[in-house]
């Protein structure tokens, strides 16, 4: 297995956690499609596994594998982003606060708001771009900082090692989770982060065809306490997803240096379009957060946000007309999508938070693929052209 932390990324992507199969010599890591194992004796194990809810040897081998890319000591995967995200807040006990990033993808906004909020777990929303706001809203209650940088879908950017040091100074726990930079362009972790969570459903999976998450760390004890948790709820990845996902983080670098190329080609001309009223992305040097992003990411990641010209009818239009950009939720595959957070995916955000923090009707969210960039570019002028024909640009 090669677990050599001085090798380069790409070279980690394919390796790391992987062996070849020890009966056959199979150079993939084999579908481990078993629920079970016999045992020698009662208690007697044959290898190290008893049961798969507890583990078994291809999500083993998944687990090391996004360990490694995110600089961890341990990985453990979930059946879901979202599952991920609840196994951290299992840590927590009724009475207990969380300090939330105020953007955060619409079902994380709900997990914390419309559920553990029943189980008396109170979630305080902060803009963690401003430090002082974070300080201020701390107290002896809050025992996590909840965060995403770049944030779904505005692309806020925290700084993940200022953020760090007042969770430390106050000894609460810090959650990253980093599905928008993947550990391809951020590492978490190696910037004082407790806990990286991804949706692996995203950039690590990048084919669209498989729903999970992973959590990362470095702590021995969070780490038992999170695999306790993964065991006892149960939340646990298919084996054929955590296949797929073997497979997928392959070629993770290779995707990610093309979503950037194409993600910065296609924010530069939206930039300059005439019908377009701005355009967020971390590579741009109008993004407030833009120094930052360079000194914390090595790469802007391939996802845009743009407020188009108009209103809800105008951007219906632009979404009705793209042909290579699907209109879907999600993101990080390697095909576009483009999407409407207000009506999808921040659909449960309450209308006064989506006002606050600018989802409005003419936001548009794009997932910039790795297709040839030119023919990206012109789907993207016949959509606006379409809006503009149909008379409703302004
Ligand atoms: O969908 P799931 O694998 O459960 O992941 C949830 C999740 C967690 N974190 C971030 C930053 C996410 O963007 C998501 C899911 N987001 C979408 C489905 C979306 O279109 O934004």
Not at 335 to 342: Q, R, V
Request: proline share 4%; net charge negative.
């Amino acid at each position: 297995m090669s677990n050599d932390k001085n090798q380069g990324f790409g070279t980690r992507a394919i390796h790391a956690g992987q062996v070849a199969d020890p009966s056959t010599g199979a150079i993939m890591t084999p579908i481990y499609q078993t629920s079970t194992y016999v045992q020698k004796s009662p208690g007697v194990i044959v290898g190290e596994y008893d049961y798969s809810r507890a583990a078994n040897p291809t999500r083993a081998a998944l687990e090391a594998n996004l360990a490694d890319l995110e600089g961890a000591n341990h990985g453990l995967c979930f059946a879901s982003g979202v599952a991920a995200t609840s196994a951290v807040l299992h840590l927590l006990s009724s009475g207990d606060k969380v300090l939330l990033g105020d953007d955060v993808y619409g079902g994380t906004n709900r997990l914390f708001n419309r559920v553990f909020n029943q189980l008396g777990i109170e979630t305080v929303h902060v803009d963690m771009t401003d430090l002082d706001a974070l300080k201020d809203a701390m107290d002896e209650r809050v025992k996590l900082i909840w965060l995403e940088t770049p944030t779904n879908p505005t692309l806020k950017i925290a700084d993940i090692a200022a953020v760090s040091e007042i969770a430390k100074s106050n000894n609460v726990i810090l959650a990253v989770d980093n599905t928008f930079a993947t550990p391809f362009l951020q590492n978490p972790l190696a910037l004082g982060a407790d806990i990286v969570c991804h949706s692996t459903t995203k950039y690590i999976g990048g084919h669209s065809d498989s729903i999970g998450g992973a959590l990362l760390t470095n702590s021995d004890e969070l780490h038992q306490k999170l695999k306790f948790i993964q065991l006892s709820v149960g939340a646990v990845p298919g084996i054929n997803e955590c296949f797929l996902l073997l497979r997928s983080t392959k070629t993770l670098h290779v995707r990610m240096e093309r979503h950037c190329e194409n993600a910065a080609k296609v924010a530069n001309w939206l930039d300059n379009h005439e019908h377009v009223e701005r355009v967020i992305y971390p590579g741009l040097e109008s993004h407030p957060q833009h120094e930052l992003a360079k000194k914390q990411m090595s790469g802007f990641g391939g996802m845009i946000t743009m407020y188009l010209k108009g209103g809800l009818e105008e951007s219906r239009t632009m979404l009705e007309h793209t042909k290579l950009f699907a209109c879907a939720e999600s993101l990080g595959g390697v095909e576009s999508l483009i999407e409407h957070p207000a009506i999808m995916t921040h659909a449960s955000v309450p209308p006064a938070m989506r006002e606050q923090l600018g989802i409005s009707d003419n936001l548009i969210r794009l997932s910039v693929g790795i297709e040839d960039v030119d023919d990206l570019i012109a789907d993207l002028e016949n959509a606006i052209c379409a809006t503009m024909k149909s008379g409703a640009a302004v």
